[in-house]
């Protein structure tokens, strides 16, 4: 989902590392022990960040390579930016016939359709209808769109348009003028696939990083990994609670990254598909699931849909867990989380 201006939801990472470890690897030079390995390289719109504590630091790499190639892969069909994308030609296609796209494309769309089931609509991924009303990924004059321009395209926002057909291998959007963009559930689907390639290869632990979506595997030496949640009024890189977690996805959205202030008020990319406009009843949403896909759709729908009621979709999902900041500044835990959750500080009150 490449696009003209790259954005990161900056979801921190707070490694804690043993000082032995780190101060004696340089002075003994042992090829066998174990250290903290990283690469970054800029794919789907956003840094992506591999991290793995090993003993192998050529079998890190090449199999980081390995994950560089599948996110490029996994861009080139998915991307609204590239003119070949399956997903452009879907939209070029959309009320006129099923386009041929690739399995993985099928995958994603089907994911879509289910949580956006779960979400009663609020996660869809036909609100790219609304993509040039709304130009965050532009520099512009931060110029709020006209009620009647928003409304007009209202109609063609409706994920349940989206038919797909595994047995023929195609996707079909019934309506003319209706646009898919997977930005709200690829990159997870993508850091899925990181984790399949960096187990495949040997390694446990590990953690793969892009914009707002993690995987984080095993552990940093003999301890677990700490992972910061960003103060979403706080100057960046702040946090004001952390989580020890290990063999799970986190999915980060929030609405301080994409979005302008005109007049006092804050306009950010999350849109609510029944109105067209910003969300509004919370700040951020940080979901902990064991799919990087289902933590990156389910934070947005959970932003779009508000505390009250994203609470009731996190309450009927097994193995899911969540920590909003809301509106008003108050901070929602569910239950699976109380206890390991650690707030350093009450967020930032700022509007």
Not at 3 to 10: A, E, Q
Not at 105 to 120: C, E, F, M, N
Not at 152 to 160: E, H
Request: aromatic fraction near 6%.
């Amino acid at each position: 989902m490449t696009g003209p201006r790259r954005w990161r939801l900056w979801l921190l990472v707070i490694a804690i590392l043993a000082p032995a470890c780190v101060e004696s690897e340089p002075a003994t030079g042992r090829p066998d022990t174990a250290h903290l390995i990283e690469r970054s390289r800029v794919t789907m719109g956003s840094l992506l960040t591999l991290t793995a504590w090993t003993a192998d630091e050529p079998a890190a790499l090449t199999a980081f390579e390995a994950v560089f190639d599948e996110f490029d892969r996994l861009d080139a069909l998915m991307s609204v930016w590239k003119d070949d994308s399956d997903i452009v030609r879907l939209n070029q296609a959309a009320g006129r016939m099923p386009v041929p796209v690739h399995e993985d494309v099928r995958s994603v769309l089907q994911t879509a359709i289910q949580i956006g089931d779960w979400t009663a609509g609020k996660f869809d991924v036909t609100f790219a209808a609304l993509a040039d009303v709304w130009k965050f990924d532009h520099d512009q004059d931060n110029r709020v769109p006209s009620a009647a321009a928003i409304t007009a395209r209202l109609p063609l926002i409706d994920y349940s348009q989206i038919v797909i057909d595994h047995a023929a291998g195609t996707a079909f959007v019934r309506r003319a003028g209706m646009r898919v963009h997977l930005g709200g559930i690829g990159k997870g689907f993508a850091v899925d696939r990181g984790v399949r390639l960096l187990r495949s290869r040997g390694l446990s632990d590990f953690m793969i990083q892009s914009g707002g979506d993690m995987y984080i595997a095993g552990r940093h030496g003999e301890r677990p990994w700490r992972v910061g949640i960003r103060d979403p009024r706080g100057p960046e890189g702040s946090t004001f609670a952390t989580l020890e977690v290990t063999d799970v996805a986190v999915g980060t959205s929030g609405d301080y990254e994409r979005f302008f202030i005109k007049d006092g008020r804050r306009y950010h990319h999350l849109l609510d598909p029944d109105t067209g406009q910003p969300a509004r009843a919370i700040r951020s949403v940080t979901v902990i699931a064991q799919r990087a896909v289902t933590a990156d759709a389910l934070g947005t729908g959970v932003f779009v849909a508000g505390p009250q009621a994203g609470m009731k979709v996190l309450e009927r999902m097994e193995g899911v867990q969540a920590v909003i900041v809301t509106a008003a500044n108050d901070v929602i835990v569910t239950p699976g989380l109380r206890g390991s959750l650690a707030l350093l500080a009450q967020p930032t009150d700022a509007p």
